[in-house]
């Protein structure tokens, strides 16, 4: 089935931008995704954050996950802001790897300051990612502190192998402009909402 244009579309972009991505499956969007949007936006001194909204993790079940569309306009309903873009743009390219959407990005935003985000719980099994070390070479990457995985994180196999490349929490705002690889890790404001819980309240409440 097609999608609508305006579902897969680029958003704005241009030369010195420094912009986040957000990537996820966001079934559903919640308000911990919000969150760690907003706040970097701040700490990092971004121009925009885009939630890159994936057609399907391929780490993760997806016999739960809603239509793409609705995925979409459900977090551009929740974050609604004017430096918050949501696109499911990988869709469009038939993209089922990050480090592909990233390559691209990089290629078609060339003069883009690109930063990717990630919540500390990915962070844990980043090593699990296609070409997850590609990954790091493409751009900086900020890792958001996520309720009760701050110490499996800082101890994964990643973060571990990333060692050398982190930079102080202090230094946040700079990093748009670190050659990558280049990471940081952020203590802030924390939702204990997660995806898996809402879906399994949903859940419960039809049966």
């Known amino acids: 089935m097609s999608l609508p244009a305006d579902i897969t579309a680029l958003p704005p ?3 010195g931008l420094r912009i986040g991505l957000f990537g996820g499956s966001f079934n559903p969007v919640h308000e911990g995704h ?8 701040r700490r990092l001194a971004l121009d925009a954050v885009w939630l890159l909204v994936s057609p399907g993790n391929p ?14 306009r459900a977090a551009r309903e929740l974050t609604n802001h004017p430096r918050i873009q949501v696109t499911g743009l990988e869709a469009a390219h038939d993209f089922a790897y990050t480090v592909d ?11 883009t300051r690109f930063v990717w985000i990630m919540g500390a719980d990915n962070l844990g099994q980043f090593h699990l990612w296609e070409r997850w070390r590609r990954i790091a070479e493409l751009m900086p990457m900020a890792i958001y502190a996520r309720p009760g995985s701050a110490f499996r994180a800082t101890v994964s196999r990643a973060a571990i192998t990333l060692k050398a490349d982190r930079i102080p929490e202090a230094e946040a705002e700079a990093l748009a402009t670190r ?20 879906r399994a309240a949903r859940s419960d409440a039809a049966n």
């Open 59 to 72: 780490l993760k079940d997806h016999t739960e996950l809603a239509p793409l569309e609705t995925r979409v």
């Open 13 to 15: 972009h241009g030369s």
């Open 101 to 111: 959407t990233l390559e691209y990005l990089v290629r078609t935003c060339a003069d």
């Open 179 to 198: 050659p990558p690889p280049a990471w940081v890790y952020l203590h802030g404001i924390t939702s204990s909402q997660s995806s898996t819980a809402l």
């Open 34 to 41: 919000r969150l760690v949007a907003e706040q970097c936006l």
